[in-house]
């Protein structure tokens, strides 16, 4: 989320089929669209290596040759205890509500709406990254503006997007295992103002977020000291054994 991270990111920040968007949105046509929180993975540092206590359960040892994502263990996500500021929230201090609170955070942002998506980051960025929110607000405006929208407002009446996450990996960049970095496989759905489905959904996507147990929730951060220990993660396909290998993990909603 640094300033020079995202000037490497070529990708990031842009809606797949901008001019459709722009015509499509308000005229009923298919929309897809990209989130930004994240890092292009080809300008990540090398992999710090994955903490036992970070990484949710899976096969064991020697299994994992024959398996995949799709054919292995499955992680239930923690159901939040509650809602607060368009976010859910109440997940534990443990690998696995760390990993929900990423992924629950992924699929509720409001990546094209900036009041609402300053009022989720207020309330999800740790203290130690002030700066933050302003950037990723800025961001969302820029997003808003590529797609011929003003830019500050709220999703286009009679649109709707939902993000599902597939797949998330996992590994710790401390030692203690309160800092994690979290990648996760999504895609990412519309439906139109006349209740039709997406053309074109956004399928296949990647990104990624780091969080920190502060003040008794998972927090956003982008502090240098851990950010610098990003790791560059193999491809997430569910039928691929690298995937499985690096520690892609099929995720599954309790509720």
């Known amino acids: 989320m640094n300033t020079h991270d995202r000037k490497a990111r070529r990708a990031k920040f842009t809606l797949i089929g901008v001019g459709a968007l722009a015509v499509g949105v308000l005229a009923g046509g298919g929309i897809a669209a990209y989130s930004f929180m994240g890092d292009d993975h080809s300008s990540s540092a090398p992999s710090s290596g994955p903490s036992a206590s970070s ?3 899976g096969p064991t040892p020697g299994s994992s040759g024959q398996l995949t994502p799709d054919t292995a263990q499955k992680l239930t996500l923690d159901v939040p205890t509650g809602q607060k500021d368009g976010l859910s929230t109440g997940f534990p201090n443990s690998p696995s509500g760390s990993i929900s609170a990423a992924v629950y955070f992924w699929e509720e942002f409001a990546f094209l709406d900036d009041q609402k998506a300053r ?30 929208l003003p830019p500050s407002g709220g999703t ?100």
């Open 156 to 255: 286009p009446a009679g649109i709707t997007f939902s993000t599902a996450v597939r797949a998330v990996r996992v590994r710790s960049v401390t030692t203690s295992g309160d800092v994690l970095e979290i990648w996760m496989a999504y895609d990412r759905y519309a439906t139109k103002s006349d209740g039709g489905p997406d053309d074109n959904p956004l399928k296949g996507q990647m990104d990624e977020v780091m969080v920190k147990w502060q003040n008794g929730a998972w927090r956003l951060t982008n502090e240098p000291k851990y950010w610098a220990k990003r790791s560059s993660p193999a491809s997430y396909f569910p039928d691929s054994h690298p995937a499985l290998k690096d520690g892609w993990v099929q995720v599954r909603h309790a509720d």
């Open 119 to 148: 009022q989720q980051l207020q309330a999800a960025v740790s203290p130690d990254s002030p700066g933050l929110i302003d950037e990723q607000i800025s961001e969302v405006r820029k997003l808003r503006e590529a797609a011929n």
């Open 55 to 57: 990484k949710p359960s």
